[in-house]
């Protein structure tokens, strides 16, 4: 039976009630033995709280009422760390207005620190470039008349408010000879809190499904144990899903799972090699990609397009057929390098899964979900007294979170999705958006395949997952 | 009848074969306005709070003068009693000579600048007469009366807001 634990009132009056019973002529009201019932009650009272808290620490049902520190050694007693989130990542460009001399080497060393104006948010390089005065053309950046070079670097700290806007780291910390400034072209991403309680809690309720990754369950336990809150949703496609799995035809009957993750974790790689001569598609080590940063031959930037796998059944896989694609086809003992970012828990965790060994193990396939852009177009009023621009922006950002898990829209985790519907979503900005007077839904479709202009849209909910699409507008 | 345990001096009392002492009657009526007059207590919920009514009082001396301490106290112990008189009205087993029946005579005299006392004298049902002479109330004790109880504009008596008070 479930502990209810009472107030010191509902215990004191327990134990006047107890008391009368016993003795009715002894006055429990008032005088020494209400104090002393007063004094047991307290005492009590706090015993109960105490055992009715244990008791959510046994049930882990509502995780946001635990203590950080007991969820966290409960986490431990499973083998499972709450991690300490992940530090942001950044491309920084440093440049000087003064042409580099010939000669000369000028080197921004990893360890070299930069941050946002206030000092707050310090970044640190984490790969030694070098400036070579010799072709400093390379380096040209004829827009802003100056000299640069580019690297990555580090949050010093965790925190996904390390994720700064893209200008805003601009200081050096300390002094950096020859070079003039740095800023950050691209907005830093990657950055992390540490894992939220009720995640964390999910987390050791997989964990007690064992080791086994033949098993649907332990295959997220598994991938917990890659990076404890790295995704924000996962699904599961079982080979006995013919309707959704994609690989029937390359299991020659064998047990498989496609599992897709919702996840932002990416790392960068470098990927260089010898040409052997004639090569223009140069494939990626680590896949899925997310991005490519540059790519060089014998050390000079060259033009290219990065082609992402969208064709084929292993699109947003580690075996995926993303490519790098040069104009220009490389010639014999050319030495080229990409600097390129990949979606690191998916490879991470097909790592893992493929190194557990079993006479009967699954063929498991790591996937990232399939983002379904919706064209949502709404015609709205808004009452007297609110500001036009901040309520569209509002609106703008309940709507994202809408689609990021429409049964409690959140702006931090995403989630698969089955279905949205334009009457409940319409309901929702109401509730969510103050000032909005009139809202009339003009559009509400997803893009690949809608055929009317409001209507409800259906996704797979294993695989897919809304974005609310850049086209759509409000007014 | 009913009874509880002997308190003097804020302890209980044992006889000499060491068992707690019982008090019923007349001398449980005189403990319990004692104890009325020294905690501020309901007998109804919310419960049990420590410290007198007679130290529920604004920080500012000079309001009390402008009021008139003298009232404050009257109504105080007044407020008192008549909580002790409905509790007894709520118990079946208080006898007539701890029941009391009315407030004959309560008068508040000034003793020093903060210093005040009271005489009290209530009847009970038997005609008995209870008295309370010589309570001393000082309002420049720093008792935190009804702190407790969280009323953030209630101060003991000599203290500004800005110094903390003690609990």
Not at chain 1, 153 to 178: K, R, V
Not at chain 1, 424 to 434: A, C, H, K, Q, S
Not at chain 2, 7 to 30: N, P
Not at chain 2, 43 to 65: Q, W
Request: aromatic residues 10%; proline residues 4%; glycine residues 6%.
């Amino acid at each position: 039976m479930a502990l209810v634990p009472r107030s010191i009132d509902e215990v004191l009056s327990a134990l006047r009630q107890t008391r009368s019973d016993v003795d009715p002529y002894a006055d429990s009201v008032k005088g020494p033995i209400s104090v002393l019932l007063y004094c047991y009650a307290v005492g009590l009272s706090r015993v109960e709280q105490h055992a009715g808290y244990l008791s959510t620490v046994y049930q882990m049902e509502r995780a946001d009422e635990l203590a950080r520190d007991d969820l966290d050694n409960l986490g431990r007693n499973y083998g499972k760390n709450p991690g300490a989130g992940n530090p942001a990542r950044v491309r920084l460009t440093f440049w000087m207005q003064s042409r580099p001399q010939a000669g000369k080497i000028y080197n921004v060393d990893a360890g070299t620190l930069a941050s946002t104006p206030d000092g707050r948010y310090i970044f640190s390089v984490i790969r030694t470039v070098l400036l070579t005065g010799d072709s400093a053309d390379l380096y040209y950046n004829a827009d802003l008349q100056r000299y640069e070079i580019s690297t990555t670097a580090e949050a010093t700290a965790t925190g996904d408010d390390y994720n700064i806007q893209a200008g805003n780291i601009s200081a050096f910390i300390g002094s950096l000879q020859d070079f003039d400034g740095v800023i950050n072209n691209a907005a830093a991403t990657n950055g992390s809190d540490p894992v939220g309680p009720t995640q964390f809690r999910n987390v050791i309720w997989n964990s007690m499904q064992g080791l086994n990754v033949n098993l649907a369950g332990n295959i997220i336990s598994a991938i917990d144990r890659v990076d404890t809150g790295g995704y924000d949703d996962v699904s599961l496609v079982s080979s006995t899903d013919i309707q959704t799995f994609s690989r029937l035809k390359h299991l020659n009957g064998k047990l498989g799972y496609n599992v897709y993750l919702l996840t932002d974790r990416v790392e960068d790689d470098y990927y260089s090699g010898t040409a052997q001569g004639g090569e223009t598609d140069l494939y990626l080590p680590r896949k899925p990609v997310n991005s490519v940063e540059y790519c060089t031959v014998d050390g000079k930037q060259v033009p290219f397009t990065f082609s992402s796998d969208t064709t084929t059944i292993y699109a947003g896989s580690t075996l995926s057929s993303d490519k790098v694609l040069l104009s220009t086809p490389l010639l014999p003992a050319q030495v080229f390098e990409i600097h390129y970012y990949y979606y690191s828990l998916i490879y991470d965790s097909t790592q893992v899964l493929n190194n557990y060994s079993s006479p009967f193990r699954a063929d498991i396939l790591v996937y990232l979900g399939r983002p379904v852009p919706i064209f949502i177009a709404a015609s709205i009023s808004i009452s007297g007294v609110q500001d036009t621009s901040s309520v569209l922006s509002d609106l703008r950002s309940a709507t994202t979170a809408y689609l990021n898990y429409p049964d409690a829209p959140t702006y931090a985790r995403r989630r698969f999705v089955s279905s949205l519907d334009p009457y409940d979503y319409r309901e929702t900005m109401l509730r969510m958006v103050g000032g909005l007077a009139k809202f009339t839904l003009l559009n509400f479709f997803r893009m690949d395949s809608g055929v009317m202009d409001v209507e409800t849209i259906t996704l797979d909910g294993a695989t897919e997952y809304p974005v609310l699409s850049p086209t759509s507008y409000f007014g | 009848m009913s009874y509880t345990m002997k308190c003097d001096d804020g302890d209980l009392i044992m006889d000499s074969t060491g068992r707690y002492r019982a008090v019923f009657g007349q001398e449980k009526c005189v403990q319990d306005i004692a104890e009325s007059l020294l905690n501020n207590y309901d007998t109804e919920f919310p419960m049990y709070y420590n410290g007198s009514l007679l130290y529920e009082i604004d920080h500012n001396p000079a309001f009390v003068e402008a009021i008139g301490a003298e009232a404050f106290i009257h109504a105080a112990v007044n407020e008192s009693i008549e909580r002790l008189m409905d509790s007894q009205e709520n118990d079946e087993y208080v006898d007539a000579a701890e029941k009391i029946n009315h407030i004959q005579q309560l008068m508040v005299r000034r003793l020093g600048i903060m210093t005040y006392t009271f005489y009290l004298l209530a009847i009970t049902e038997d005609d008995s007469d209870v008295t309370v002479d010589d309570f001393v109330v000082s309002l420049a004790q720093q008792l935190p009366a009804s702190l407790a109880q969280g009323y953030s504009n209630f101060l003991p008596a000599g203290q500004t807001t800005d110094s903390q008070p003690f609990v």
